[in-house]
């Protein structure tokens, strides 16, 4: 039979996500570590981290026995695709050699890989779900951020976004600070004229989020922000609005000093707003004929193109 001290020996093995800890599970873990302070348990802990940059650099270098130099633009789309997950990386990497994407080049004696096709890559649905299962965990400001242009779809116009900047719903500190965070982080992209969601699933989670008398409250105030940038509410006594704003020039996120938001695009992005929110979010018969009025102005803005 056993003895009584070997039926007293326990091993517990756990493991958690260190930015998904409950109240219940931080509970647990403090008794943990007062069982060790009391001598009563012998604890220990392993902190595994996602990869770095330079690892998946140096993983990279070592499967493609390739210098840093011809690497690195390849290791930082891996990265930014995968979040420096282990097995994203693992599997991703198997994909590009799978689908020939990265193959052996005979000339170059070497693997060789199109760069522009790799820059193309988009986010797999995995690392999406993480990214959606991370997006409570966010600032506010970076929220307010992805909620805002959830609004305008898949993608946005970095001049739009600049445009809003003055937007009374705008996050605290502007939108560039939060862009530079959301990117680091994977869950947006941005170039010289567009901020695109990696994933559509994510821009999908962000604006379904939203409760949706909130959500046309803020398609309405989008709307009616963007209309009082345009001469949409000008009667017709006044100036002509191809003659009140042939262009609207602004400054690009990245200052790109050539960028502009012409008037007709502009008409149309406040119209679509103002019926995103919906015809039975205006009850005032007023604001009915008023928007009404916007719906003209951006069809026959549209007919002339």
Same mark, same amino acid.
């Given at each position: 039979?056993?003895?009584?001290?070997?039926?007293?020996?326990?091993?517990?093995? &756990?493991?958690?996500?260190?930015?998904?800890?409950?109240?219940?599970?931080?509970?647990?873990?403090?008794?943990?570590?007062?069982?060790?302070?009391?001598?009563?348990?012998?604890?220990?802990?392993?902190?595994?981290?996602?990869?770095?940059?330079?690892?998946?650099?140096?993983?990279?270098?070592?499967?493609?026995?390739?210098?840093?130099?011809?690497?690195?633009?390849?290791?930082?789309?891996?990265?930014?695709? #995968?979040?420096?997950?282990?097995?994203?990386?693992?599997?991703?990497?198997?994909?590009?050699?799978?689908?020939? #994407?990265?193959?052996?080049?005979?000339?170059?004696?070497?693997?060789?890989?199109?760069?522009?096709?790799?820059?193309?890559?988009?986010?797999?649905?995995?690392?999406?779900?993480?990214?959606?299962?991370?997006?409570?965990?966010?600032?506010?400001?970076?929220?307010?951020?992805?909620?805002?242009?959830?609004?305008?779809?898949?993608?946005?116009?970095?001049?739009?976004?600049?445009?809003?900047?003055?937007?009374?719903?705008?996050?605290?500190?502007?939108?560039?600070?939060?862009?530079?965070?959301?990117?680091?982080? &994977?869950?947006?992209?941005?170039?010289?004229?567009?901020?695109?969601?990696?994933?559509?699933?994510?821009?999908?989670?962000?604006? /379904?989020?939203?409760?949706?008398? /909130?959500?046309?409250?803020?398609?309405?105030?989008?709307?009616?922000?963007?209309?009082?940038?345009?001469?949409?509410?000008?009667?017709?006594?006044?100036?002509?609005?191809?003659?009140?704003?042939?262009?609207?020039?602004?400054?690009?996120?990245?200052?790109? /000093?050539?960028?502009?938001?012409?008037?007709?695009?502009?008409?149309?992005?406040?119209?679509?707003?103002?019926?995103?929110?919906?015809? /039975?979010?205006?009850?005032?018969?007023?604001?009915?004929?008023?928007?009404?009025?916007?719906?003209?102005?951006?069809?026959?803005?549209?007919?002339?193109?």
């Amino acid at each position: 039979s056993e003895c009584p001290e070997e039926r007293q020996r326990l091993i517990f093995v &756990g493991m958690y996500r260190d930015n998904e800890v409950s109240s219940d599970l931080m509970l647990f873990i403090t008794n943990l570590m007062n069982l060790e302070g009391g001598g009563s348990a012998n604890v220990t802990g392993v902190e595994l981290s996602t990869l770095s940059l330079d690892d998946v650099t140096e993983m990279v270098m070592s499967e493609l026995r390739l210098p840093r130099r011809l690497v690195s633009k390849l290791a930082d789309v891996v990265h930014k695709r #995968t979040l420096g997950h282990a097995l994203f990386v693992v599997q991703l990497l198997n994909s590009l050699v799978s689908d020939l #994407t990265i193959s052996y080049s005979p000339l170059l004696h070497r693997f060789y890989w199109d760069q522009d096709k790799i820059c193309t890559l988009k986010t797999a649905d995995n690392v999406a779900s993480l990214l959606i299962a991370n997006l409570a965990l966010l600032p506010a400001g970076e929220r307010q951020c992805l909620r805002i242009i959830s609004c305008f779809g898949i993608q946005v116009q970095s001049d739009l976004l600049e445009l809003l900047e003055d937007f009374k719903l705008a996050p605290q500190g502007g939108f560039k600070s939060c862009l530079h965070d959301l990117v680091n982080q &994977g869950i947006i992209e941005v170039d010289s004229t567009l901020i695109v969601f990696a994933h559509d699933l994510i821009q999908e989670q962000v604006y /379904e989020g939203i409760p949706v008398k /909130e959500r046309r409250q803020l398609h309405c105030d989008i709307g009616i922000f963007l209309g009082s940038e345009t001469s949409l509410d000008i009667s017709c006594e006044h100036e002509p609005i191809d003659a009140a704003i042939d262009r609207i020039f602004l400054s690009d996120v990245v200052d790109n /000093e050539d960028s502009y938001i012409d008037a007709s695009s502009l008409l149309s992005i406040a119209t679509s707003q103002i019926n995103n929110a919906g015809p /039975e979010f205006f009850s005032d018969r007023m604001q009915r004929t008023r928007f009404a009025s916007w719906n003209l102005r951006a069809g026959k803005d549209a007919a002339e193109k």
